[in-house]
């Protein structure tokens, strides 16, 4: 079967190294406590789950005079933690 991506969220804009370090900061602190992760930007809203391991990728691109550095984290919906397995 063949899902298509689809966009939930985007949001972009300048901002100082300071700004940037501070976002990811507190997506990192969320991350690590297995927080749900909250995004709010004008009418767009969305939630992520963290309580489970995910697939991280970093690239790295190079276009004209451009670099960009790209962060993803992908969370497999259908591997939701679960609690302790026990049979009685």
Do not use: C
């Not at 966009?7 to 602190?29: C, H, N, Q, T």
């Not at 969305?46 to 309580?51: A, C, N, Q, R």
């Amino acid at each position: 079967m063949n899902f298509m991506e689809r966009v939930l969220f985007e949001m972009e804009k300048k901002m100082e190294g300071s700004e940037i370090a501070e976002y990811l900061r507190k997506i990192a602190d969320k991350i690590d406590s297995g927080e749900t992760i909250k995004l709010n930007s004008g009418n767009q809203s969305v939630e992520l789950d963290t309580d489970r391991p995910a697939e991280f990728e970093v690239k790295v691109e190079e276009e004209d005079n451009e670099q960009s550095l790209e962060l993803e984290i992908e969370w497999n919906k259908a591997h939701k933690k679960s609690g302790d397995l026990s049979i009685e």
